[in-house]
Structures are given as structure tokens and as C-alpha cells.
């Protein structure tokens, strides 16, 4: 059987050339990236490249950028970091519905300890609406936190916008109000500037952009302050101390100098994918509807829910037949729980539940799409069949 992998939303595969760069630093080149030694020397160069590369695919400083384990970490410290930062100046946040829980549970750790937190809503289509975020930020508000992409509809949010509205309070006075963007979905997807942005802190994580797992960064600007959240030596100038990771710093600085180079045509590729995917969707499944605003997201993104099928066999059917997706509603504790972005657009609770995410990369190709629409088209008919639901009736 063949396989098919539309999960790269969920993760990538690793790049060859990312697997040559970082291969010398998990073999000879195992020094100390803080020892003064000649070992220790190769491994700091390493490093210093590798902020470059990273710093570079995000119109960044390279002293800007602050490594650690994955997008997670990166969130926990920029939204925890600038909160404890900033807290003698207020204790108020302002996030939206939609955000990976690497924010929304930050969030809700802030709010135990004190701090208020206001999630915007967002528009059925999965945007958030600007007009919003001004009406919530108090003079007490300290971080806004509003991701770049959506990681389960694509939706890329107005960034520039929200950070238009940051400026402008803070032109009267409101200097501790920080904006921060999860972009882990969005580098290498689609352009990252950070200055065209106007924001203060970015995250990322490499594993979504052909590194391995466990690799990722925090753009600072220059002049934020940040608590750490964990202690002891010096490295990343003591706001993410330990050891240097290096095979993994290497690795994730290598496949953004790929991601930087390839930016278009990977865009491109999963565009036309993504495009056929859904439109053979449309042609040959009845009782569909496509999820995310389509004026307003990533190519290598489709959300699609299926009416009329019941949830829990889609996926695993799907598996059966080499297809690897994902699904709206994950399994957790026996109980099938809604994704919480879905439940956001106002999508009822039957639709979420045969609702599907087919994220593509560059390595996918047309047979892949027509492959997963004959997988597709079969176990839904089965499924509908199965449940006693007649599909050319609910093809309306
Ligand atoms: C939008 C978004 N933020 C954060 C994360 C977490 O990143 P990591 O898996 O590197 O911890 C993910 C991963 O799924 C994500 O999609």
C-alpha cells in the first residue's frame, strides 16, 4: 500500500541537506558551544551561523534571536516572560480564541497566578477581528499574544494591523504594552519580516519547517524585556540558559536558510495541491463545507467537514488506506473532545466531529492528491452508507 502524508501541519520531514549540516555536530564536532577550547570554538561558530540563517529568513538582528526546545517553549517565554516582565505595570492580556494551547494554557497558568486574560472572538471564517483587539487592550494590558497562521485552518491573522494599534498606544504613554506573534505555522510558509510586522517577540519551531522536533527560537526585539523562565549558566545571554543544543541550532538555521530560498515555489507547489484537493473534494463528495476564510490563508492548508459522517471512522479509515491526516476533534481521556478552533468559527458540534485537516509540503505530489480524493470518496460513501445516510439526498 502506498503511503500518503497530508499531516505537515502536525510535522515535516526532515531535510536531507538539514540532516548533512547537523550530521558533523552529533559526531566529531561535539564541543561545548561555551567551551574556549578549539572544540569548543566549532561549535559556537555553528551557533553564530545559525543565528544568522534563522535571524535572516526573519528580517531580524541576529542578536535578536533567543534558541530553544520547539514553538512551545518559545510561546511559554515570550507570553510568561514579558507578563512577569512587565507585571508592576499591569496584569492584563489580550490573546484570541484560536491560539495553539503553547499560548492559551501560558494564558491560563498567568491567570491562576493573577493575571486577567481577554480572548478575542474570531469571524466565522477564522480571522480575528482588529476592531476587537483595540476594544480590549486596557491601560493595564501588558502582552497581546495573536498568532500568525492558524495551525488546524490555515487563516493568516492581521498582524500588521493589530500591531498598528499596539503603536498607537503606546505613542500615548503605554510603553509596557508588548506584542507577540506565534508564527510557528507561518515561517517558511509565507513571508516573515518581523519589522514589516511591528512586532516585539516571534515565535517559531523548526520541526514545522523541515528540522527535527525539538528545535526552535524567540525573536526579542532589541530592548524588550524578558524574565527568563528557567535559570543557570549564560547561554542565550541567560534568557534560555543551558547547553547549547547544537546539531539541533544547525539544523534549524539550515532549514531556514532552505525555507528563505524556497519560500515561493513551495508555496506554489502546495497551492496547486491544495487547490486540486479541494476542488476534487467539492466535484465528488456531497454535504461538504470548507472551513477558514479563503480570501486570508496559507496554501498547504485545507479544513474540510464532511457532513453526515460520523467522526470517530473517518480518520482511522483514512489510516487504513495509507492516508495520514488530521482530524477536528482529537481523542483525550476516552471522550472525543472538539477542537476548540472549530468550536470558535461557531461550527456545530456533528459537523467538527467529521471535520479533516490535509496539510501539504513540497514533497507531495499530484498522484498523492488523487490518491487520497479515490481513499477519501470510498470511506465516506462506506461511512454514510454504514450510518443509514443517503448521500444523494444530502447532496441537496
Ligand atoms: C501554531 C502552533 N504553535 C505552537 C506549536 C508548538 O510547537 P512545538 O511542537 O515545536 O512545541 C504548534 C505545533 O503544533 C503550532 O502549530
Not at 253 to 274: D, K, V
Not at 290 to 303: E, T, Y
Amino acid at each position: 500500500m502506498r503511503r500518503i502524508y497530508l499531516d505537515n501541519a502536525a510535522t515535516t520531514a526532515v531535510h536531507p541537506a538539514v540532516v548533512e549540516a547537523m550530521l558533523p555536530y552529533l559526531t566529531d564536532l561535539y564541543g561545548n558551544a561555551s567551551s574556549i577550547h578549539w572544540l569548543g570554538q566549532q561549535s559556537k561558530k555553528a551557533v553564530a551561523k545559525a543565528r544568522r540563517q534563522v535571524a535572516s529568513l526573519i528580517g531580524a538582528d541576529e542578536n535578536e534571536i533567543v534558541f530553544a526546545s520547539g514553538g512551545t517553549e518559545s510561546d511559554n517565554l515570550a507570553v510568561i516572560g514579558v507578563a512577569e516582565a512587565w507585571a508592576e505595570k499591569g496584569r492584563h492580556i489580550v490573546t484570541s480564541s484560536i491560539e495553539h494551547p503553547a499560548v492559551l494554557k501560558a494564558c491560563k497558568h498567568l491567570e491562576s497566578l493573577g493575571w486577567s486574560v481577554t480572548a478575542v472572538p474570531v469571524s466565522r471564517g477564522g480571522v480575528v477581528d482588529v476592531e476587537e483587539v483595540r476594544m480590549s487592550l486596557r491601560d493595564d494590558t501588558t502582552v497581546v499574544s495573536i498568532m500568525f497562521v492558524n495551525n488546524e485552518i490555515g487563516t493568516v491573522q492581521p498582524i500588521a494591523e493589530i500591531a498598528a494599534l499596539v503603536r498607537e498606544r503606546r505613542a500615548a504613554g503605554q510603553n509596557h504594552l508588548h506584542l507577540h506573534t506565534d508564527a510557528v505555522q507561518a515561517t517558511g510558509k509565507i513571508p516573515v519580516d518581523v519589522r514589516a510586522l511591528g512586532v516585539d517577540l516571534l515565535s517559531l519551531s523548526g520541526h514545522k519547517l523541515h528540522a527535527p522536533k525539538g528545535a526552535g527560537a524567540l525573536f526579542v526585539r532589541k530592548g524588550v524585556r524578558l524574565a527568563a523562565r528557567q535559570f543557570g549558566g549564560h547561554q542565550e545571554r541567560g534568557r534560555r540558559p543551558g547547553t547549547e543544543s547544537v546539531p539541533m541550532i544547525v539544523a534549524l538555521g539550515a532549514a531556514c536558510e532552505i525555507a528563505g530560498e524556497r519560500l515561493a515555489e513551495r508555496a506554489e507547489h502546495t497551492r496547486a495541491l491544495r487547490d486540486r484537493l479541494e476542488a476534487g473534494i467539492r466535484e465528488r463528495i456531497p454535504n461538504v463545507a470548507f472551513n477558514g476564510d479563503p480570501d486570508s490563508r496559507v496554501a498547504h492548508i485545507a479544513n474540510v467537514s464532511f457532513g453526515d459522517v460520523p467522526g470517530e471512522g473517518l480518520l482511522i479509515s483514512l489510516d487504513l488506506k495509507g492516508v495520514a491526516c488530521a482530524t477536528g476533534a482529537a481523542c483525550s481521556s476516552g471522550s472525543v473532545e472538539p477542537s476548540h478552533v472549530l468550536v470558535a468559527l461557531g461550527i456545530d458540534r456533528d459537523q467538527i466531529h467529521g471535520s479533516l485537516r490535509f496539510s501539504l509540503a513540497e514533497s507531495n505530489t499530484v498522484e498523492d492528491i488523487d490518491e487520497a480524493l479515490d481513499a477519501l470518496e470510498q470511506v465516506i460513501s462506506r461511512l454514510r452508507t454504514e450510518s443509514g445516510i443517503d448521500t444523494a439526498a444530502s447532496a441537496g
